[in-house]
């Protein structure tokens, strides 16, 4: 009401009366000031805060996309500024908040999202590979960045290669490729290509000429030449994820060929399309090869039409590729490379697509303030939008204004790029904004609304109170508004009553709210009455009023006198107090009112006057209160009448310009005098210049409320009269156009009438463009700004040509210019094109406009097109290095090198020569004459005012290379010479790259010139040794050798010549029909046939097989075994210790004396495929919803696969028994590296186990691995019951899901309460999961209720029970709240049966067991709560317990089901079947245990041995045992385990593999007998099932009871021959063969042959040597001792002689050639027929001929190997050669040529070094020439057989050494004997007999060895140990002859020579056996028993 009173309340009449002044009167006003103005001061204060306050905005948005690796890990920034600083955090895509992740993600204190490193095992799609935003908020609003697309990259290994063509034709262009691996090409950036490792060539748009690395990372090698094939490039890549740098591991090489055949071009690499972003370069290679090089074109297809390109700056060839810089719109479009030469041509289209910018938003105007209740409006302006891009608008970061909005919505969305709000209120200000996306890019604008002027709002108000006198009383209201509204209080519609009580405080929030207060202490009768709150501001005021009503008598308040306005509605309250009231009463002249219809009163004692009139209306009123006791009071209000002012319309001109006079008289036509006339322009005084006004005008009077003045230009006021007004305008300028308000008021009211002004304004300059210079690639902005009225459009053109006539309008898809809305034209990146004038015109229509031309000048800093450069030169010879910068002048260039200023004035060889050229500068360092130290980095750096760069050149100064050094011949063969020098070392002179070895005859001229070139590509450093093989040489000729080295620049000097002659033939073909076929998977079956006979080049001796692996990798040297040669029929083996299923390359190759023939062609075989014998890797699993697992892995190492891989097979098995007793497992079957695994139970621990199968079978299984399913809703409780529990009170109970598919976190139970059968209300209790009762009380009897419950899980909430009915009663029966159950227990644990009860009387419970057993002993107990528990469960415990309750109003019982688990019982296990290596077993599972079996235990033993245990599947009924010895006994027994732990073990049972100990062969067949040797067939002895490991032979002669050990490791081969034997002598031979099974043991009698042929039986032989009174009658002994008396007697001599003509080594060897006799030559015809040459030869891995070093143990040549010697060597490494010992048995009358044979693992330096010392030393003891084998020394020792010569005979005396004669071995006869053309026989080596002395008898040096010799000869036959290195050389030295020693031993036989003292000759090989030391028997030959005891392996001869 008092809004619509609008009275003006001024003071006049009668007045009431004031009370007196007391002190606190007095202070009550100053206080209300100071209160009143510290709240006016506050307010500035918030006002400012609040007008400062600003909305967010990012100074750091993260961007669309975050890609990181997982090793480093990422951190995305986000910032924002604004006031109050606002908070930032993150959400996800949907809106939730990102929350900390530990070890996985976190977020900052600065706003930043981090994410750690993390394991590939770790990575969370929903946290790696996923959309987030940033969110900045304050108390303004909030905004949310782009989307931000977050993608974690697991890091794998990976390599960079490079792709090329091998071989480029001369002049072409090569193309060299990087290639990265398609996982990780994304992330991967080329960055340079280096050049012989030492130069890079960085990526350009124009290169370099020769060399260019094209932006998308291809390097072009241009007009390949000569010298190109000599360089190697490798690429250089950056991981952008990581940073880190790799270099490709190969090096691209290719060669440079010359073909004579013309050939049309050939595309090289079709692109077929490219994408460049607009503003960007690119290149578009047209790659092509022909011969000659083809020329190239470039067209534009436009339909199907070709039109040439203009080039210009911008578009422009390079050589074949085509480069656009700058790309525009208009260049997107298909472009054809025609590419041709005089052979044909080739077309090659590419098509080119312009992508747009990176899409970018903005938001206009960026901060808006609008009243309230107006309109605003939003534009989004977006850049680089793409086709589908889709715009959606948000307020304070949630959707606004989208197709939800309604049609009645005040926001709206106007075609997506305008925003806007209509009638703006309070709730609509905050931060806007506009997002923009298109395809997986997004961006954001946004913009702060903030509310202008707004209306005032009350939001809080104070009520009616009714209130005795006395107390405190605060009203308060709070309002809100902008401006900042005022607060005034009335009582009853006038000013509060001026009283100490009365209290009014007002103060300002930091919000913006006015909170203003009245406090009235004291409260008094007289202090009631309507209270009003008014807050107002300029948009206009809001009031509010309440009664305040306080017990008392009537009273009424004195009024003021009150002003009405003529024609309005008058209101006056009669300010009545006291309560209650019964009626109020207005009279007027001692009337009551209403007097008319226009008087009304209301109720609570307001007067309403409705048109106020001023004389019937004026005048005296009064009122009367009063109440129902008759108590009344009284008071007047004098009434004025004043009629406000009205004013007539008026209006200025609509046509005015500038200098125009304009007018406007304002004229007050009704209104009350006095009036104040005010002028406004625009809200605010005018200003006006003072004017004369007329005599009868009062002066203008200021209103104190009216607002400053504004300084207008000079306009003009008059006041014609009290109420005229008029307003002039002498000269019309822009600064009057406006608003202007005539305002007049009285003492009524205030009126008002505006016009507006306007003024037609040409165009003026704000800012008038300027000349700009800028630097290329800068930023430039032309203000182009004008006003005037209307608003002036500008337009930018620019200027074509030189001067300012013809123009180009410029738009905003002008390439590279922006034009702003300001009217400015910006240019972000400024280019060369953009220079030039520009015009810039504004017009609006009035006047000619305005137009300003500016010129932009680019200055363009130097710029090298080609940063680097390479340059060769060769040495001596004149270059120029060049370096031309583009750009401005004024410009220098100065030379650098090495980093340091180049001083070319001090050095006369070199010159600066500069040439400025159009748009360029060139400048030329000549050296005049290069030198080696010219070489080096040049570095040219240019300079101008504008800028800098530099260009480096790296020079090289080269030069041929030097001679080549030391060319010697290191070896030669027949057809091949390898020839080694050392690299040329002139420091002055350039490496060389390659070597060329020439040759030429010796007989041929040399005038016709050396051939043959062998050249060596990849030398080695300068200085180290150099070697070539040369080949195809013709065999026994002799050639010159000479070396040439050579680089880019041509062949240096020749080396000196080298003379060598080849040596003679090998077999010069390969074996033929080479075939092989694999028997298992680790062997295989190699055949052959003899090379042909033609080219044998001599007798084979044997094979060399060489077999290695194919198809893996590069290819490897061949494994070599060696093979025999058997006459008349090809060669076999096999080849074991294979590797499974692989590939392998085998040759064949023939030798013979000279070494070994050719190979064959390698043929490719295969094992056979077998199992896996690894399982997959990297096996993962992973859950993917309640019932499913994912489970991938990656396959078996390669090398482990062992053939084709069919597919995988994945055993998952659940860890828990569900139901209870049965096991959830299977068996799943895929060729995929994963599966998905569904239908599993929910929230369930499962082990899954991969292996992989092949066609053979499965392979070896993973560990098991453990993955759970993820947690679901469980299921519904397993049951519910409800039961009254007292008369008002039930409970619930129930049983917990049998399956909660998770962890339970609490319990839903639901109530219906039912009324009349319908619900009256219903509730939900939550519990926690521990609980499962609930009781319900304080209920009513007479309601009826339901009850259901429901569980829950993290996830949610399951369905629920069955609805169960209950009612409150007044009888509680007897009830159990527990449930009867099935309960499992393990055995020995305990369990607790729950028998939870209620009722009322309380019920008495029992237990029973069974049918009614009661229940005792002491592991059962009943608890106080009435639980029985029962301890330590066992089997028998099982059954059923039943607990009952009872009392008087009823009874109940339940029933507990109890289960024990034990461990189950032992299965009846037998054997089915057997083999030779396997048991077949099967078994029957016993009683469970009330688990399910989870798995057997096997365990086992062979008989003796260790228990071994194998874990065999649950589901497994049978097993096959296999890997068994053959032929062996074994225990086993059988367990199976549950859950609860291992059973009790099977019966032992008791079985045994097939197989039996091995069968003896008959004599016939086994034995064969020779003259000085037997041969035994081993192949003869029968395994009987079990293959033979080995045999043990010994022999004896049959008189003799030692036997001696030949060997004890002898392998089945097919023939072992026993050397040495006694002709004519009965023998017996004793064979032990073993086998898995046990041995066998047989003996054979026989006897050798005699040496005249025939049958000679050992009786023969039998001397009696006690008969020797006949001794001189038997002519036939006498005759044959006398001549060999004198041969003795004639060789003494020549000893004699020899000695004394011979140095002392020498006269030996001398004597005993000389002595040779015809018993030599005839021995040497007989055993011509039977020699035999054994080797044993390690063979080594890589190649068939082994490191020198390797070999020193092993024998090398013939005459090395001891005839009766084996060696069990040691292989450096555990190889799979299928041949680790091999013996050669060879037969032929011509076995000295085998001196010769080369082993494969002989080498040819040892050999040599052996026959030069046989050349130094003609006679060696056996101990030097033991030293001397495997070293360049001539140190002397002992070899183990020269050992046993030193013991002593029977006498103990030790036998002189230098008595012992030396004596010639027959292998390496004399030097005058190895002239001789006739070939050396090779007789058999012979163990030296050796008297049994006791070793301990010796000290020293030799002592020692004695004593090793005993103990060897106890532990092997040969006196070598179990494992014996091969000895590290044999003897060299010279024998005699066997005859010659045979014939000596004779003689001093004959001599009765019965000391040992004399020995005949010290002759070489291993001693056999012992003899003690009394064992002296004799012989029937009269030799001492010990040595015929250690001399049964020699041969006599006895010549008559």
């Given at each position: ?740 308000s005539c305002q007049a008021s009285n003492d009524a009211a205030h009126a008002s009438h505006s016009s507006m002004l306007l003024v037609n304004v040409p165009p003026r300059w704000l800012r008038e463009p300027r000349d700009q210079n800028v630097t290329v690639g800068g930023s430039v902005t032309f203000e182009c700004q004008a006003e005037g009225f209307p608003n002036p459009t500008v337009i930018w053109r620019k200027v074509i040509g030189e001067q300012p006539s013809e123009y180009q309008d410029l738009t905003l898809r002008s390439r590279g210019i922006h034009l702003l809305l300001n009217g400015s034209l910006q240019i972000k990146q400024a280019l060369q094109e953009h220079q030039g004038q520009y015009l810039c015109e ?174 060596v590509e990849q030398p080695a450093a300068p200085g180290l040794e150099q070697w070539a093989q040369v080949a195809n040489l013709r065999p026994a000729t002799l050639y010159h050798f000479r070396v040439l080295a050579s680089n880019e620049l041509g062949a240096g000097e020749a080396s000196e010549e080298a003379l060598v002659r080849t040596d003679g033939e090998a077999p010069a073909g390969p074996p033929r029909a080479l075939a092989a076929h694999a028997l298992a998977s680790t062997e295989v079956r190699v055949t052959w046939a003899p090379p042909p006979l033609d080219l044998w080049n001599g007798d084979i001796l044997g094979y060399y097989v060489g077999y290695r692996e194919s198809g893996i990798g590069r290819p490897s ?884």
């Open positions: 009401m008092e809004g619509e009173n609008r009275a003006v309340l001024v003071e006049g009449g009668t007045r009431p009366r004031r009370p007196l002044h007391r002190p606190q009167a007095l202070l009550q006003p100053l206080i209300a000031f100071a209160v009143t103005a510290a709240a006016l001061l506050l307010q500035a204060g918030i006002e400012a805060t609040f007008l400062e306050s600003q909305g967010p905005t990012f100074i750091k948005e993260p961007p669309s996309r975050v890609d990181f690796a997982n090793v480093t890990g990422a951190r995305i920034d986000c910032s924002a500024q604004g006031s109050p600083p606002p908070a930032v955090h993150w959400v996800s895509q949907e809106g939730k908040p990102v929350r900390r992740i530990p070890d996985t993600r976190d977020t900052l204190a600065n706003g930043s999202l981090l994410f750690l490193p993390f394991r590939p095992g770790t990575y969370r799609q929903d946290v790696h590979q996923t959309t987030y935003k940033c969110v900045a908020s304050n108390s303004v609003g909030r905004i949310v960045s782009r989307d931000v697309r977050v993608r974690a990259v697991v890091l794998q290994d990976y390599d960079v290669q490079v792709i090329y063509s091998k071989k480029v034709i001369r002049g072409n262009t090569a193309i060299l490729r990087c290639t990265i691996s398609n996982f990780v090409r994304d992330y991967i950036t080329v960055t340079s290509w280096v050049q012989d490792s030492t130069f890079n060539i960085y990526p350009s748009i124009k290169g370099d000429g020769k060399y260019h690395m094209l932006p998308s990372g291809e390097l072009l090698i241009r007009n390949v030449d000569e010298g190109d094939k000599y360089r190697s490039y490798q690429c250089r890549a950056v991981n952008r994820l990581t940073g880190s740098t790799l270099l490709s591991m190969d090096r691209a090489r290719f060669m440079v060929i010359d073909t004579g055949i013309i050939s049309a071009p050939r595309t090289l690499e079709r692109q077929s399309s490219a994408v460049v972003r607009k503003d960007h370069s690119v290149v578009l290679p047209c790659l092509a090869e022909g011969h000659p090089p083809p020329a190239i074109r470039w067209f534009r297809q436009d339909r199907h039409q070709l039109h040439g390109l203009e080039e210009g700056e911008r578009v422009f060839r390079v050589a074949e590729c085509l480069v656009i810089l700058h790309a525009e719109d208009a260049d997107a479009g298909r472009y054809v490379c025609v590419a041709n030469n005089s052979a044909g041509a080739e077309r090659i289209e590419v098509s080119l697509a312009v992508s747009s910018p990176p899409l970018a938003a903005s938001l206009h105007p960026r901060h808006a303030v609008v009243d309230a209740g107006r309109r605003a409006e939003f534009r989004c302006h977006v850049s680089g939008a793409r086709p589908g891009a889709s715009i959606s608008w948000l307020k304070d970061g949630q959707p606004v204004g989208g197709a939800g909005s309604g049609p009645g919505s005040r926001v709206s969305v106007d075609g997506g790029e305008r925003l806007v709000v209509d009638r703006v209120q309070r709730e609509d200000a905050g931060m806007y904004q506009c997002v923009v996306r298109a395809d997986e890019d997004s961006a954001q604008g946004s913009a702060e609304l903030r509310l202008g002027a707004a209306h005032p709002i009350l939001i809080y108000k104070f009520i009616s109170q009714t209130l005795q006198p006395g107390p405190p009383v605060s009203l308060k209201c709070i309002a809100t508004g902008n401006p900042t509204p005022q607060m005034r209080w009335t009582l009853d519609g006038f000013a509060l009553p001026q009283s100490e009580r009365f209290l009014i405080g007002q103060y300002v929030t930091v919000h913006g709210d006015v909170i203003s207060h009245v406090n009235i202490s004291n409260v008094q009768v007289e202090d009631g009455g309507i209270y009003q709150c008014t807050a107002r501001n300029r948009v206009g005021e809001v009031t509010h009023s309440a009664d305040l009503r306080i017990y008392g008598l009537p009273s009424i308040r004195p009024m003021p006198n009150v002003s009405a306005v003529a024609g309005e509605s008058l209101y006056i309250t009669c300010p009545v107090a006291g309560y209650p009231i019964d009626a109020v009463s207005w009279e007027k002249g001692g009337r009551k009112l209403p007097l008319n219809r226009r008087q009304r009163v209301f109720s609570n004692g307001t007067l309403r006057i409705e048109n106020v009139q001023r004389a019937p209306d004026r005048g005296l009123y009064s009122c009367t209160a009063s109440n129902k006791q008759g108590r009344s009071a009284f008071q007047s209000v004098n009434i004025n009448v004043i009629v406000p002012p009205r004013i007539a319309p008026f209006a200025f001109q609509t046509d005015l310009h500038l200098g125009d006079r304009a007018g406007v008289q304002c004229i007050i036509n009704k209104g009350d005098l006095p009036l104040d006339i005010q002028w406004h322009k625009d809200g605010a005084a005018v200003d006006a210049s003072p004017a004369a006004p007329p005599a009868a005008a009062p002066p203008v009077v200021a209103s104190p409320a009216a607002a400053p003045p504004t300084a207008l230009p000079p306009l003009s006021v008059r006041r014609l009269s009290d109420f005229v007004s008029l307003l002039t305008i002498d000269s019309l300028r822009p600064e009057h156009a406006g608003n202007y504004a017009s609006n229509g009035i006047g000619a406009g305005l137009s300003s031309v500016v010129q932009l000048t680019v200055h363009v800093p130097p710029e090298f097109e080609v940063k680097s450069a390479h340059a060769s030169i060769r040495r001596g010879a004149p270059e120029a290095l060049t370096c031309e910068a583009r750009g401005d002048a004024p410009m220098t260039i100065a030379w650098l090198k090495d980093g340091g200023r180049l001083l070319a004035h001090t050095e006369p060889r070199f010159q600066i020569r500069e040439s400025p050229m159009k748009d360029s500068f060139l400048s030329e360092l000549i050296i005049s004459r290069t030198i080696k130290l010219d070489s080096g980095t040049y570095t040219c750096v240019a300079t101008n005012p504008y800028g800098r760069d530099q260009r480096t050149v790296q020079l090289q100064v080269k030069d041929a290379p030097g001679r080549p050094l030391g060319v010697r011949i290191t070896s030669s063969g027949s057809r091949n010479v390898r020839i080694g020098w050392m690299g040329p070392t002139d420091e002055d002179r350039s490496p060389a790259l390659h070597y060329t070895v020439q040759y030429i005859e010796d007989s041929a001229a040399m005038d016709q010139g050396w051939s043959g070139a062998v050249a040297g061949y494994n070599f075994t060696t093979v025999p040669f058997h006459a008349n029929k090809g060669g076999v083996v096999v080849l074991s210790g294979l590797k499974k299923f692989r590939k392998y390359g085998i040759v064949v190759q023939a030798f013979n004396e000279k070494g070994p023939g050719p190979m064959s062609n390698e043929i490719v075989t295969q094992t056979l495929e077998d199992v896996p014998t690894a399982p997959p890797l990297e096996i993962e699993c992973m859950a993917r919803t309640t019932q499913s697992l994912f489970i991938r892995w990656q396959p078996p190492p390669q090398l482990f696969q062992n053939g084709v891989i069919q597919g995988y097979k994945i055993y998952y098995e659940n860890v828990e028994e569900w139901p209870p007793g049965h096991i959830e497992a299977d068996t799943k079957m895929t060729i995929d590296l994963s599966t998905e695994i569904h239908g599993l139970q929910k929230y369930s621990n499962y082990s899954a186990q991969v292996w992989g199968y092949t066609r053979v079978g499965d392979g070896v299984k993973s560990k098991p691995i453990f993955c759970h399913t993820e947690e679901d809703v469980p299921e519904a409780p397993a049951a519910i019951k409800v039961m009254p529990s007292s008369p008002t009170s039930l409970t619930v109970s129930w049983l917990p899901p049998s399956r909660p598919n998770g962890i339970l976190t609490a319990y839903h139970i639901y109530t219906r309460v039912l009324e009349g059968g319908s619900e009256r209300t219903s509730y939900k209790k939550k519990v926690i999961a521990a609980r499962t009762r609930y009781d319900a009380t304080d209920l009513r009897q007479k309601d009826a209720f339901e009850f259901w419950v429901t569980a829950l899980t993290r996830v949610g909430e399951g369905p629920s029970t069955r609805v169960v009915y209950a009612t409150p009663s007044s009888r509680v029966p007897a009830a159990i709240l527990s449930f009867g159950q099935v309960i499992s227990v393990l055995r020995r644990s305990s369990i607790l049966l729950p028998c939870v009860v209620v009722g009322s009387p309380e019920p008495e419970r029992a237990w029973i067991h069974g049918e009614g057993n009661s229940i005792s002993g002491s592991h059962f107990a009943i608890q106080p709560d009435g639980a029985l528990f029962i301890s330590d469960a066992q089997r028998r415990y099982e059954g059923n317990y039943t607990c009952t309750a009872q009392n008087s109003e009823g009874s109940d019982q339940i029933t507990y089901t109890l289960r024990v688990q034990v461990a189950p019982s032992a299965p009846q296990i037998h054997v089915t079947s057997t083999s030779t290596t396997s048991l077949h077993l099967q078994w029957t599972a016993g009683d469970m245990g009330g688990s399910a079996i989870r798995g057997y235990l096997l365990n086992y033993k062979h008989e003796p041995g260790e228990w071994e245990k194998r874990i065999l599947p649950r589901s497994a009924t049978g097993y096959k045992l296999e890997d068994l010895a053959c032929g062996s006994e074994y225990r086993l027994y059988l367990m199976a385990y549950n859950s609860v732990g291992s059973g009790a073990p099977s019966e032992t049972i008791m079985a045994a593999t097939d197989g039996s100990p091995p069968g003896k062969p008959l004599q016939r067949e086994f034995v064969t007998p020779n003259t000085s040797s037997v041969t035994l067939n081993m192949r003869r002895w029968e395994d009987n099932g079990c293959e033979i490991s080995h045999f043990v032979i010994e022999y004896k002669e049959s008189a003799q009871e030692d036997w001696i050990k030949v060997d004890n490791n002898v392998q089945p081969k097919d023939n072992f021959p026993i050397m040495g034997l006694w002709p004519a002598t009965e023998y017996v031979v004793r064979v032990t063969a073993y086998n898995s099974a046990g041995s066998t043991e047989a003996e054979y009698t026989f006897g050798t042959l005699p040496i005249s042929g025939g049958t000679f039986t050992p009786s023969i032989v039998d001397v009696d040597m006690e008969e020797t009174s006949s001794f001189y009658l038997d002519i036939g002994l006498i005759v044959p001792i006398v001549i060999s008396l004198l041969a003795i007697i004639g060789v003494m001599i020549a000893v004699i002689i020899c000695i004394r003509k011979k140095p002392p080594d020498e006269a030996e060897c001398t004597g005993i050639e000389d002595g040779q006799s015809i018993v030599s030559i005839d021995n040497k015809q007989n055993m011509a027929q039977r020699e035999q040459y054994y080797a044993a030869v390690q063979k080594g891995i890589p190649t068939p001929v082994r490191d020198v070093n390797t070999l020193e143990r092993i024998p090398e040549y013939a005459e090395d190997i001891y005839p009766y010697a084996t060696f069990h060597v040691q292989s450096q490494q555990q190889t799979s050669s299928p041949a680790h010992f091999q013996t050669f048995v060879y037969h032929d009358q011509r076995l000295a040529a085998m001196e010769t044979i080369p082993l494969k693992s002989s080498p040819h330096d040892d050999y040599a070094k052996l026959r030069q010392n046989r050349k130094r030393k003609c006679l060696r003891s056996e101990s030097e020439d033991y030293d001397s084998l495997g070293s360049d020394s001539d140190t002397e020792s002992q070899t183990e057989s020269s050992n046993h010569l030193y013991d002593l005979g029977p006498s103990g005396d030790r036998l002189a050494h230098q008595n012992v004669p030396r004596c010639n071995n027959i292998l390496h006869p004399p030097p005058e004997s190895s002239t001789s053309t006739e070939p050396s026989p090779l007789p058999d080596r012979r163990n030296m007999p050796r008297w049994g002395i006791p070793s301990h008898g010796h000290s020293g040096r030799r002592g020692r060895r004695a004593s090793n010799r005993s103990t060897l000869s106890e532990e092997t036959s040969f006196g070598f140990p179990a494992r014996l290195e091969p000895p590290s050389g044999f003897s060299d030295g010279l024998e005699l002859s066997e005859a010659e020693c045979d014939r000596d031993t004779l003689r001093h036989l004959k001599g009765n020579l019965k000391s040992s003292s004399q020995l005949p000759c010290s002759l070489k090989g291993n001693n056999r056996g012992h003899m003690s030391d009394g064992d002296t028997g004799i012989t029937p030959l009269g030799i001492p028993g010990g040595i015929i005891h250690e001399q049964r392996q020699r041969n006599f001869t006895i010549a008559v």
